[in-house]
């Protein structure tokens, strides 16, 4: 695992911009993964200056996203689907129709997991997969006690996520989803480069456990020891308790 430790958040989503803008520039083609929250916003934003400034074109590139609430129809802007339009897709300059989020609404959302993973599969895997860490360690929507060897699949959500979260939805915890649909960790070590950014306070503890604490399933970011090429771009602050 390369740990980089930056100054501040801003140098964090630079870095973690030129490592994918890299990816595409070899292979315009690539497949990327791309993350909700806030951590992920300042990589979009220096790969969104990246392609603004014509070094790197995306409309190739395309892209799976983690994971979805479900019961949140993706019109209504607090779907992952319409979070990743507003954030990546618009800004990165991607093609709407090359980026794909799991199906929360579908009727069959067994089914759904089983299409993503295969969507993933047949467009030759992910090439590199940003990520961010809940302050709880868990990696998409992976909670403590997630196996390593998990695939796209349906998952409660635990209390503190749902309590991190409820501040998308207008403070309210019982508007929170209490179910998603989350690629599994197994799925995320498939990808051929993993990039988990994080910054704050906030983080440092699970970036600790992640990084220097023992493989664990009540750490689902501990699962980045076991990939031959995960990087962590933190800033001083979420390194702090390295
Ligand atoms: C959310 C997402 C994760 C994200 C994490 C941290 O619940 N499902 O993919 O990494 O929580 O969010 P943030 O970056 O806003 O702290």
């Given at each position: 695992m390369e740990i980089v430790i930056l100054p501040d958040g801003a140098a964090v989503g630079a870095a973690a911009a030129a490592r994918i803008a890299a990816v595409v520039q070899r292979k315009p083609e690539a497949v990327l993964g791309l993350a909700t929250g806030s951590s992920p916003l300042g990589a979009y934003a220096a790969l969104a200056d990246l392609v603004a400034r014509g070094e790197v074109d995306l409309s190739r590139t395309s892209a799976f996203a983690l994971d979805e609430y479900v019961g949140v129809p993706p019109e209504s802007p607090l779907?992952?689907?319409?979070?990743?339009?507003?954030?990546?897709?618009?800004?990165?300059?991607?093609?709407?129709?090359?980026?794909?989020?799991?199906?929360?609404?579908?009727?069959?959302?067994?089914?759904?997991?089983?299409?993503?993973?295969?969507?993933?599969?047949?467009?030759?895997?992910?090439?590199?997969?940003?990520?961010?860490?809940?302050?709880?360690?868990?990696?998409?929507?992976?909670?403590?006690?997630?196996?390593?060897?998990?695939?796209?699949?349906?998952?409660?959500?635990?209390?503190?996520?749902?309590?991190?979260?409820?501040?998308?939805?207008?403070?309210?915890?019982?508007?929170?989803?209490?179910?998603?649909?989350?690629?599994?960790?197994?799925?995320?070590?498939?990808?051929?480069?993993?990039?988990?950014?994080?910054?704050?306070?906030?983080?440092?503890?699970?970036?600790?456990?992640?990084?220097e604490g023992p493989l664990t399933a009540m750490v689902p970011g501990s699962a980045l020891q076991l990939h031959r090429t995960a990087v962590v771009l933190l800033d001083e602050a979420a390194a702090s308790k390295l």
């Open positions: 779907s992952y689907a319409a979070t990743i339009a507003h954030d990546a897709t618009g800004p990165l300059g991607l093609d709407p129709a090359r980026v794909r989020t799991p199906d929360g609404n579908a009727a069959d959302l067994e089914a759904a997991c089983s299409a993503y993973e295969a969507a993933i599969a047949a467009a030759g895997g992910v090439d590199v997969q940003l990520l961010g860490i809940g302050a709880n360690g868990h990696i998409g929507f992976n909670e403590p006690t997630s196996s390593f060897a998990s695939r796209t699949r349906i998952k409660t959500l635990a209390p503190r996520t749902r309590e991190d979260n409820a501040r998308f939805f207008g403070g309210d915890l019982d508007a929170v989803p209490m179910h998603c649909i989350t690629q599994g960790l197994g799925t995320i070590l498939d990808a051929r480069q993993l990039l988990l950014v994080a910054q704050g306070e906030s983080k440092a503890a699970a970036v600790a456990a992640a990084v």
